[in-house]
């Protein structure tokens, strides 16, 4: 039987479950250079529909979730008030330096960087835990989830793993706010 999706070939399930056998693990983080201590993208096997299916997910804390929540909305006010605003957009010279943004792009920046501040004290953006499920995904179903843990390590990602194969997984529903770190204030 051919497979559209090959994250639900059974030939594509056996090869990872063999590789997560000789691992001893039970997940398989997808190497990536985003992959951070926030911010994890790794493959596991599940159950959808009463079949196992290879899941492509990503597991990122509530503080990352809402540093991008906050940023998506300042930069759609920075859209709002500056009509040719397509996004800020950091170059590299040859030798790998930044290249100066143009004096609009900063001017953005600011004006970015003043409403995230703004929403933040306000505590405006507030977010919770959650899972969603992708079953349009290319590969197996996508899965993506943001929990309240300062960082996402091999630990988190198989209590995650085992909890949601177990149907053991409860999401807190608590809605929370956090303020950027500010580097300038540690020692206080």
Known sequence: MKFTNPGFDPTHIAKLREELKSMGKRFKV???EENTDEFVNFY?????????VIYDAALYTLR????????????????????????INYEEDENGNMKPLTQEEEEIGWFITEIIMEIEEEESVKVQE??????????GIGLD???????????????????FN???????DTMY???SEDLDNEDE
């Open 64 to 87: 990352l979730h809402h540093a991008s929540e906050v940023y998506e909305l300042a930069e759609h006010k920075a859209a709002q008030k500056f009509s040719n605003f397509k996004g």
């Open 44 to 52: 596991f096997i599940g159950m959808y529909e009463g079949k196992e």
């Open 166 to 172: 177990d149907d053991t997984l409860i999401l807190d």
């Open 145 to 163: 989830a943001g929990i309240n843990v300062e960082f996402i390590d091999e630990s988190t990602i198989s209590k995650f793993v085992k909890e």
């Open 30 to 32: 997808i190497p990536d």
């Open 130 to 139: 959650f899972v969603d499920i992708d079953t349009n995904h290319d590969y």
């Open 177 to 179: 706010s956090f303020q």
